[in-house]
């Protein structure tokens, strides 16, 4: 019953229509990249959600590890002086 | 509800004490609404409890397309054929999204297509009730999504990520689909006295197998408890039908329709409709494969399965051609 192979998994990233960064919106099976980008128009674009789409193998994906996340992101949590708010600025001088 | 009487495989509720250290940090995170994600560390029961229901809500989405499909080429109107088809073209990419997701815990595509067209797999009981009239279409779409709604909504905040991301997507398209439902009721029960009979036939006909949807009572059940501390089940299952039958009997009133339970009532102390006992061994006669149409719904299954593998074979063969064709030129 099952097909020999099965298709490789894409990831599928949209860019909507104001401008935004193409997003992650999901995945789907399809053989090869011009299968993926049709497929993914029907799965993800049904209601117009996008202008643009660009699909991924997964396999091609390199991602950072959870069990990493306190090493590789605790550098930044020390960091408050590059937020705005960490600044006061006079009240008399308004929006700044 | 789409996924039914999901096991858990656990027999008794851990304490905090009973848990190995990482068992506690995983309950912690989950405690404190933070998102399970794929790689990460996770019991595995809620491994494989999330792979049952995550599949059993995707077949349902697969199977569901069938009820609905039987009355594409007979819709009254065009109009009313374009958002048939819209609608059941939803519920195919829900259950795309659903396969993704339970892929992301490493079950394969190909295991899950082969559970379904085996049998093995199950899906909501409610598939399996027959679609004879095209009223039955306006009634699926205001009762049968309508209750799977009232699931889903809850479900967009459950502990593991990429199954939360899903339902988010779901339930932004559902809406529509309970829409369009009560939309069809309400131009049969303002339509000819036949018209009106019609959709009558369909409230009676799929009143108590959408209550049945909820599942049996699990107030008493320890894999629902489990399940509600892993925040993978979000309400209890009386609670929803309860829910749904609070929603649901004032829009029947407003068509004009009755909801066919002697029983019904408004209990005002309560602030809730008290309602009749569902016929629970219709039921598990349904879920056990013996519904009017359980063996239908699979046959219609595999022979999609089986008559679609020509495109498939073709689609792999153009894309080890082109892939060929790239080759040969880099060289
Ligand atoms: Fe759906
Ligand atoms: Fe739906």
């Known amino acids: 019953m099952t097909d020999k192979k099965e298709w490789p998994l894409w990831e599928v990233f949209i860019r909507s229509q104001h401008g935004l960064a193409h997003r992650h919106v999901g995945s789907l099976h399809a053989p090869d990249a011009e299968m993926a980008i049709m497929n993914a128009r029907d799965v993800y ?3 117009n959600e996008g202008v643009s789409i660009w699909v991924v193998r ?14 590789l992101f605790d550098p930044a949590n020390s960091k408050v002086y590059r937020h705005p708010t960490f600044y006061e600025i006079p009240e008399e001088l308004g929006h700044m | 509800m789409y996924a039914q009487m999901v096991k858990t495989g656990v027999d008794h509720i851990q304490s905090k004490e009973e848990m190995s250290p ?3 940090a995983f309950q912690d995170r989950v405690d404190q609404d933070i998102k399970i994600e794929p790689k990460e560390w996770m019991p595995e029961a809620y491994r494989k409890t999330l792979i049952r ?5 995707a077949h349902s989405e697969i199977i569901g397309m069938q009820p609905e499909g039987n009355w594409i080429t007979r819709a009254p109107t065009l109009e009313r054929k374009a958002i048939l088809l819209a609608k059941v073209q939803d519920e195919a990419g829900h259950g795309l999204y659903l396969y993704c997701a339970a892929e992301t815990l490493g079950v394969s595509r190909d295991e899950l297509m082969e559970q379904l067209n085996s049998g093995k797999a199950k899906y909501s009981s409610i598939f399996n009730y027959p679609t004879i009239t095209w009223a039955d279409i306006g009634a699926i779409g205001w009762l049968v999504d309508g209750a799977a709604i009232m699931n889903q909504v809850p479900l967009q905040r459950c502990s593991y990520g990429p199954y939360s991301r899903a339902m988010i997507r779901i339930c932004k398209e559902e809406s529509f689909h309970q829409r369009q439902g009560y939309d069809a009721m309400t131009k049969l029960a303002r339509g000819t006295p036949e018209q009106k009979a019609m959709a009558q036939d369909a409230l009676n006909r799929w009143w108590w197998p959408s209550l049945m949807m909820f599942g049996p009572s699990d107030a008493e059940s320890v894999h629902s408890a489990q399940s509600m501390r892993w925040k993978i089940k979000i309400n209890s299952n009386d609670e929803l039908r309860q829910k749904f039958v609070d929603q649901t009997v004032p829009q029947a009133e407003y068509l004009g329709l009755t909801v066919p339970d002697p029983d019904l ?18 039921f598990y006669q349904v879920i056990a494969g013996n519904g009017p149409c359980n063996r239908d719904r ?3 299954r595999v022979k999609a399965y089986e008559e679609g593998r020509w495109v498939r074979d073709a689609a792999d063969a153009y894309a080890a051609k082109k892939a060929a064709r790239a080759k040969a030129k880099a060289a």
């Open chain 1, 58 to 71: 997964a396999s091609d994906i390199a991602a950072s590890s959870p069990s990493e996340k306190g090493p």
């Open chain 2, 22 to 24: 990482e068992e506690r």
């Open chain 2, 265 to 282: 009532k408004w209990n005002a102390e309560r602030g809730h409709y008290d309602f009749g006992e569902v016929n629970w061994d219709e």
């Open chain 2, 53 to 57: 229901q995550i599949s059993q809500h």
């Open chain 1, 45 to 47: 674009t049904r209601r």
């Open chain 2, 298 to 300: 699979l046959r219609t």
